[in-house]
């Protein structure tokens, strides 16, 4: 245990073995004043303020902080604080379904909170993660998760590609989920294998901001890249009570698939009729497109369908099929492991987690082997052209050419040089529209 006496709400901090700073009590989004009611002339008496340590009012007590060690638990950590054995026993067992404690891990912040008087613990306080932080009180034994106070700002970006969209983009801060929603988003009308330099891209979002850090992303708010000098635009707009991207004709960019069953990747061979097998050392056609990926890294229905296959043959590992309506099958080949749930007669929703990438069966190396059926018959996936959704309609075309001309204007203003810039939120792009 790594740990630092603050005393009796002294308002200063110490966080960690590794860093150290101090926050001021106006500074500090968990330390809040608050003047009480004085009983004597206002004007003769200065008033006492409390002060408050998530959401707790820590006036007069004394507080430390620090980061849990290696192999430590709730034990180990509240047992220099006098708390008895059966205490720390029978709020363990308590909070199993708030936070299972022996899930307390080295390097997370904790603060234990104790009366001024007395040397045991009367609050433990635990963050599991930056955003949330779990309370015990160890002499009501309540016990309760809460979340840290947030701030939204809106980020734009744009650049060029110079090596890849996921290197160009993350060179450029974005997160690695806001590109896997950008490369989705146009998957169906870029070839992000073949991108050139000088293709740009530029893309809106939000980020969730804790303590200065960011700790989350939203939806993509608005998007556009340019591949090969021809432009493509991703503009949200409600229809039929639901949002949903489209270009700038007004075609919906969502499609009954997605672009490809793993989030941004490698394709490391593709649908050919006559490749040579690097197992069977032999030519035969190879009907689906391999995807190379870590073992373990997430695999995706393309579409809403229901199993009709999952299990193991040595030739294809473990695997899943997929039927998506009666023109359309898809199959996924070489899974380390199928997913938890996923059966024959399971009903799948674009998108859900299937399995999980492998080297099963005849494989060299890790990688996903998808293959696609249309009419029965085995296609080449990367060549299918699959209808988009509902367009514009006519009734409300007028309401999105509106909407196209503050989306384009916004787009045209970012630059695709710096880092991009943080704005206040606009209320008109506000609606998350993410796929």
């Known amino acids: 245990m790594k740990k630092k006496w603050i005393g009796a709400a002294s308002l200063i901090l110490t966080l960690g073995a590794a860093a150290l700073f101090q926050i001021s009590p106006l500074s500090s989004n968990f ?33 430390v902080e620090g980061t849990v060690s290696k192999n430590e638990t ?27 404690v022996r899930w307390i891990a080295a390097n ?43 701030e939204y700002r809106t980020r734009e970006v744009g650049g060029m590609i110079q090596r890849s969209l996921y290197q160009d983009m993350d060179d450029k801060g974005v997160s690695v989920q806001i590109i896997n929603k950008f490369a989705d988003l146009f998957g169906w009308s870029v070839d992000f294998q073949s991108l050139q ?39 949200p707009f409600e229809q039929n009570g639901e949002t949903n991207f489209f270009d700038q004709d007004g075609n919906s960019l969502k499609k009954a698939f997605l672009r490809d069953p793993l989030e941004y990747t490698r394709i490391s061979s593709r649908y050919n009729l006559n490749r040579y097998h690097p197992v069977q050392k032999r030519y035969k056609p190879h009907l689906g497109t391999d995807y190379a990926a870590r073992t373990g890294t997430e695999i995706r229905s393309v579409g809403d369908g229901t199993v009709v296959e999952a299990k193991y043959t040595s030739a294809n590992g473990n695997y899943v099929k997929i039927k998506h309506n009666g023109t359309y099958t898809t199959q996924y080949l070489h899974m380390s492991k199928i997913g938890k749930g996923i059966k024959p007669g399971t009903r799948v929703s674009q ?26 018959k085995q296609e080449d996936w990367l060549k299918e052209e699959i209808p988009p959704s ?21 787009l045209a203003s970012i630059s695709t040089s710096g880092e991009g810039k943080l704005l206040a939120d606009k209320s008109s792009f506000s609606l998350e529209a993410s796929q």
């Open 74 to 100: 709730l034990a180990t950590l509240l047992s220099p604080f006098n708390v008895p054995y059966q205490i720390i026993d029978e709020i363990a067992k308590k909070s199993k379904d708030i936070f299972d």
């Open 390 to 410: 509902e367009p514009i309609s006519k009734g409300n075309l007028a309401a999105f050419n509106s909407k196209k001309e503050e989306v384009l204007k916004l």
């Open 31 to 63: 330390f809040t004043s608050q003047t009480e009611e004085s009983s004597t002339d206002s004007l003769l008496v200065q008033p006492k303020k409390s002060v408050f340590l998530y959401g707790i009012d820590v006036t007069g007590l004394n507080i």
């Open 197 to 235: 330099k000088g293709d740009v891209f530029k893309v809106v979002y939000q980020e969730k901001v804790i303590d200065n850090t960011v700790v989350g992303v939203s939806g993509i708010q608005l998007a556009f890249f340019e591949h090969k000098g021809k432009p493509y635009h991703a503009i």
């Open 351 to 376: 998108g859900q987690v299937i399995g999980y990438v492998g080297s099963t069966g005849l494989a060299t190396g890790p990688h996903l082997c998808f293959r696609f059926w249309k009419n029965g």
């Open 108 to 150: 997370k912040k904790f603060t234990v909170i104790t009366p001024k008087d007395s040397s045991q613990a009367q609050f433990f306080i635990y963050e599991p993660n930056p955003a949330e932080y779990v309370v015990f009180n160890l002499d009501s034994m309540e016990i309760y998760k809460a979340e840290k106070p947030a």
